[in-house]
């Protein structure tokens, strides 16, 4: 599995940790032979050999090697654990940031409960994998091969029985492993599935209900669920036949060396105390053999879902990080559309235009409406201009309205200041399970609340959110359950009032809305829209009137522009 190899080299300290892990149970390995030592010394002095000398200090020395034990385990143990969490943070940081760089045009495509399923479940499964199998291997290499050079040189005959016996075991376990890869692959399958089934039965639970549709649902989740019992029951079988395999190998290789030193102790070829001595370590030559074959079985989901995982990071970004500068001082900005082309890849790595040599400009102060038909390629604009994607031709800039008219293309900024300069208000926000004061700091997070509540009242949000049952502290739920279709955009424009940006985003911000809330909007939206530059996606009458120049576009192409009062 290539999974270590990749986040060793991004994890920074784990090696320290791992190599703690590995030391500490190396070290715990020398103390079980020396305890192995002092006992079958003990043993023989008080039963075959008494009063050849003083025991006191042997009996010392073991409980203090016994002690010792016990502290290395848990030292061993606690560094394993501190080796996987370290893991797990780091790799939950790359993945949500790499997420974040990738944007919208990227999770759009995939199923948010299989994201949220690899987030959290996905990421979890590496904490076995790295708390336990990866310092197993090591351990397993080093500890065998310290415990056979002790026994070789104790009782060479016995050392070659142990040696002979040792690739039984790894080959049985290497024929199990195999099997089990292959159906814990089936088995996180399955459960992304589920995952993304449940949340997408859940999100539409409302309007399942509405249709009549919500029993055929539960058919399908009890489907999906046995599929996924199944398939665990398949994998616990597995690692229990596993278990029997690995002990019966132990077993039986453990009495053949019991049985060789037995007959050889019965014809006076061995002394009873190196007899003794070599098998009490014959258990532990073959102990981590064993834990290798159940620590691998606890940690084959990992393998499953690192194949999802570096997936992820290792898909580029639709848009390159650029150059950190100073802003601009300027309050203006133009934007400026240059024969830009943009095309979707589908499933078949095929390219599908979006947008055909479009090129126009809006100017500061001026209200440009998009219009077309679904599909013409307005929201793969504003999708280019909030640099969610990449342009494949042309340029996007931003022009600074001061003395120099200083373009700002893409690799001037970065994707985090070239969204300073901007304001969206989509179609449908999205709003947070948190209070509506935190909702609305979205567009400026240190914002007070005496700005937040200026910015609603803006927005005439702020009579609606007073009759709320803890005014502006009241939590809205998730999706803003608790609002209406027309209080949710009233929030998202007092967002974009707060954020107080020179260039503004409209995606239809009236769609959906009673003639009154409408109305209510549009008049919220005029006053936003004052001395900024205003781009807008528009299908209704009423806001394609308000706008100052209209842009058609039709398969991806500018088909007519028109002023404001010119057909």
Known sequence: MKLDKRLLAQAGNIKLYLGLTVGLGLAS??????????????????????????IAGAILILLGLIVGRAGLGWGSEAAANRAAAHVKLVLREKLFGHLTQLGPTYTR??????LSNLLTEGVESLDPYFSQY??????????????????????????????????????????????????????????????????????????????????????????????????????????????LVMELGATLSTAIVAVEIGLRLLHNQIEFQ?????????????LPLRSLGSRFHASTSAGAASADIFKILETKPPVAPAALRPLPAANNFIIRFEQVEYSYPDEQDQSRPALRDVS???????????????????????????????PDNGAISLVACNDSEKALGWQDLSAQQWRELIAWVPQSPYLFNTSVAENIRLGRPEATLEEVMAAAQQAHAHEFIMELPQGYATVIGERGTRLSGGQAQRLSLARAFLK??????????????????????????????????????????ATIERADRVIHLENGRVSATRQRGIA
């Open 109 to 114: 495509r995939e199923r948010s409960g299989e």
């Open 134 to 243: 990866i310092p197993q291997i090591f351990l397993t290499m080093l500890v065998p091969t310290s415990v056979l050079i002790v026994v070789f040189a104790t009782d060479f005959l016995s050392g070659i029985v142990l040696l002979v016996t040792a690739p039984i075991i790894t080959f049985f376990m290497i024929l199990i492993g195999l099997k089990t890869k292959a159906v814990s692959q089936q088995q996180w399958s399955v459960l992304g599935q589920m995952s993304a089934h449940f949340l997408d039965v859940l999100q539409g639970l409302t309007t399942l209900k509405l249709f009549g549709r919500s029993q055929r649902q539960e058919e399908t989740v009890r489907r999906i669920s046995d599929r996924y019992r199944i398939t665990t029951l398949k994998v616990l079988r597995i690692a229990f036949l596993s278990a």
């Open 29 to 54: 390995a020398l103390v079980i032979i020396g305890q192995a030592h002092f006992l079958s010394e003990i043993i023989d002095r008080v039963f075959l050999k008494p009063g050849s000398g003083e």
């Open 500 to 541: 107080d940006a020179p260039v503004l985003l409209l995606d239809e911000p009236t769609s959906n809305l009673d003639p009154e809330t409408e109305r209510l909007v549009l008049d919220a939206t005029e006053k936003l829209a004052q001395g900024r530059t205003v781009l807008l996606i528009a299908h209704r009458p």
């Open 274 to 286: 190196p007899a003794l001595f070599v098998l009490l370590l014959a258990p532990e030559f073959y």
């Open 360 to 390: 126009f400009k809006v100017l500061p102060g001026q209200k440009v409406a998009i219009v077309g038909p679904s599909g013409a390629g307005k929201s793969t604009i504003f999708q280019l201009l909030l640099r969610f994607i990449a």
